[in-house]
């Protein structure tokens, strides 16, 4: 069985509040909100970070970025602005090694991160 918490919320083993699913993309609200927008957008495939990522990678990240912008039209976040964050490795700030994407909005954000 799986360690990967991300890959327990794509079995269903771990409940999250999932919004938008589709046979290789999965997005679900984040435990810890950091905004009022507040989703993590991850391939159903276990990869662990950008560093596993190659051009074979390609069209599946097209359909993630596309499911991240069909989710900000629908949250209502997309005329105003949001943020799609990726953190890379410990000192990016990863803590859950299985690639995702933060979709933050609905609030003004600052810049730089912290
Ligand atoms: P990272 O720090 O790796 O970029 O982001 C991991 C994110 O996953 C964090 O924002 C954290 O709040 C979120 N997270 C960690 N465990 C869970 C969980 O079990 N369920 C959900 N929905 N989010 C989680
Ligand atoms: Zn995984």
């Known amino acids: 069985m799986t360690e990967c918490i991300f890959c327990k919320i794509v079995e269903g ?3 999250a509040e999932k919004v938008y699913e589709d046979e290789d993309v999965l997005a679900f ?3 810890h909100a950091q ?3 507040h989703l993590l957008v991850i391939p159903k495939k276990h ?8 051009e074979e990678e390609g069209p ?18 997309a005329d105003k602005g949001f943020r799609i964050v990726n953190n890379c490795g410990d000192e990016g700030g990863q803590t859950v090694y299985h690639i995702h994407f933060h979709l933050l909005g609905g609030r003004s954000l600052s810049w730089p991160p912290g």
């Open 13 to 15: 083993s771990l409940p």
């Open 29 to 31: 609200r984040d435990l």
């Open 35 to 37: 905004a009022p927008v």
């Open 47 to 54: 990869i662990p970070s950008v560093r596993d990522i190659g």
């Open 60 to 77: 599946l990240l097209g359909r993630i970025f596309s499911v991240i912008n069909r989710l900000a039209d629908e949250l209502g976040v």
